[in-house]
């Protein structure tokens, strides 16, 4: 009886082993799946951190761009100012550069 009470033993465990395998394999699926959509999320995360470090730069572009553009039309404005101011002022009241700072003529008149 002993042959038959391993035999049957062995069953048992054969049986549990068959349960523990079918066990394992459906957490070895679920584990895949969670992977797999553990992958495609990151994946997303990651273009969108590209995308998103593409579009700042794009933008800081822009923005130096843009600022370029303003400090030119800065540059042109007062250039045609001085010119305005130069052709409009006349000789006596032009201001004359000495001693470092900028004056005007002292009247001549003694006023």
Do not use: C, W
């Not at 579009?55 to 100012?81: C, M, Y």
């Amino acid at each position: 009886m002993s042959f038959l009470n391993d035999l049957l033993s062995f069953a048992r465990r054969l049986l549990k082993l068959e349960d523990s395998v079918a066990t394992n394999a459906m957490e070895i699926r679920a584990l895949r799946e969670d992977l797999k959509n553990l992958t495609e999320f990151t994946q997303k995360v990651a273009y969108a951190v590209k995308r998103h470090e593409e579009r700042q730069s794009e933008q800081k572009e822009r923005q130096a761009n843009q600022h370029t553009i303003l400090v030119q039309k800065l540059k042109i404005e007062l250039l045609n100012l001085e010119s305005r101011l130069n052709v409009r002022l006349p000789n006596s009241f032009q201001v004359i550069e000495g001693g470092g700072q900028n004056r005007l003529p002292e009247d001549e008149s003694g006023a």
